[in-house]
């Protein structure tokens, strides 16, 4: 395999950080680095394979040579300067929101549609962080039963909200332990340590924020399946890392809990975590820091109407690896 050259854009944050250890970690063929930020982090070192390597200014000129961009910067820069990465040879993967609906960009979880990749204009999206770790226990029950309506809370973690989030989450815990005020939240909307926040992204006119409208825009061109209904409530939580999310999934046709476990056992990407007599379930602390979506509490769905078939199951993931930086590695890896 050649040795290509990889630049990430926004190399200083929770992604792009966590892009360089997964890089490492899968020996991605790395022949140069050329970790990219904003003004702020000019010459700022990162460490790559041991090595500082100093940040470079995240500028046009600087995808002169580039064989690959892994995208984890804001939605804002990713348009600005992705496309002068394409005008200059490379192809993209990016994780923010600006190009996922464009109907010329693949949008791609692996597990699930990774024959997409090849139909790619030089950029590919990852998906939303609670998307892809919904999707990769969903996609192999859909493929066995027929989706036909999906139903999912999510309780995220503050380091979705970025570097930005998890130092916010961490301040507060150590303000709210020492009996102290906690102030400003920002970027939270209310103080979360102790707090559930019920809003993530803003709302729209039918009440429901820009996240959880993620979950159907983004499912359905995932899964090729443009009907799909989906109603998504989107929770952010006090919880460092990983996101955790109840879903309940109609079917087609008949599936049975052993069935579905048996499926979601040999599905790539999930490991079933589900023995309810030793109080064995998923829980993001011991998702945190790994690639699989663990999945338990797999149910019936006692509320399904007469001759409905419909399963509720409880999963988490850590969603800067599997929902950000992995997913991103994975589709370079079939660019490779
Ligand atoms: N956090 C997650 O769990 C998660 C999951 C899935 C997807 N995502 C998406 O991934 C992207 C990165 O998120 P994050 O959580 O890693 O955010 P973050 O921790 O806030 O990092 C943002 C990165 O973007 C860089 N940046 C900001 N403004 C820039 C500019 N004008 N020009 C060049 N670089 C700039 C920052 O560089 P400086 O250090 O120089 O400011 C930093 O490296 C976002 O689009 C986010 O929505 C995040």
């Known amino acids: 395999m050649s040795e290509k050259t990889v630049a990430i854009l926004g190399a200083t944050g929770v992604v792009g950080q966590q892009m360089l250890q997964c890089l490492e970690e899968r020996n991605f063929p790395v022949g140069r680095l050329v970790p990219l930020a904003s003004e702020r982090s000019v010459g700022k070192p990162v460490t790559f394979r041991g090595e500082d390597v100093p940040c470079q200014l ?22 600005a300067l992705l496309p002068e990465a394409v005008k200059r040879g490379a192809v ?15 949008l791609v ?60 989450l961490v301040r507060e815990i150590r303000c709210v332990a020492a009996g102290e005020p906690v102030g400003e939240s920002a970027p939270f909307q209310y103080q979360l340590a102790e707090n559930l926040i019920p809003q993530i992204g803003g709302f729209n006119e039918e009440g429901y924020t820009s996240e959880e409208m993620k979950m159907q825009n983004e499912g359905r061109k ?27 999934c109609e079917f087609e046709r008949p599936i049975s809990v052993d069935e579905a476990r048996a499926i979601l056992e040999a599905a790539p990407g999930v490991k079933v975590v589900d023995d309810p007599a030793t109080s064995r379930y998923p829980m993001p602390l011991e998702t945190s820091d790994q690639d699989l979506i663990y999945v338990g509490r797999l149910r019936r769905d006692l ?34």
């Open 222 to 248: 995932i899964m090729h399946l443009p009907e799909l209904r989906v109603n998504c409530t989107c929770v952010r939580v006090p919880v460092v890392r990983s996101h955790s999310e109840s879903i309940t």
């Open 303 to 336: 509320s399904a109407p007469e001759g409905v078939s419909s399963l509720t199951f409880w999963c988490c993931g850590d969603q800067i690896r599997k929902g950000a930086a992995t997913n991103a590695v994975q589709i370079a890896e079939y660019l490779v």
């Open 109 to 168: 979880v692996p597990e699930v549609n990774a024959a997409d990749i090849a139909a790619h204009h030089g950029i590919i999206a990852n998906p939303n962080c609670a998307t892809i770790i919904g999707l990769v226990p969903v996609w192999p029950l859909h493929q066995a039963a027929g989706l036909t309506r999906l139903i999912v809370s999510t309780y995220q973690a503050a380091s979705g909200a970025g570097k930005p989030g998890l130092d916010e």
């Open 92 to 106: 993209c993967v990016d994780n923010s929101h600006a190009f996922r609906l464009e109907p010329d960009v693949p």
């Open 58 to 79: 995240a500028a046009a000129d600087a995808f002169e040579g580039v064989d690959i961009v892994l995208g984890a910067a804001d939605d804002a820069t990713a348009r």
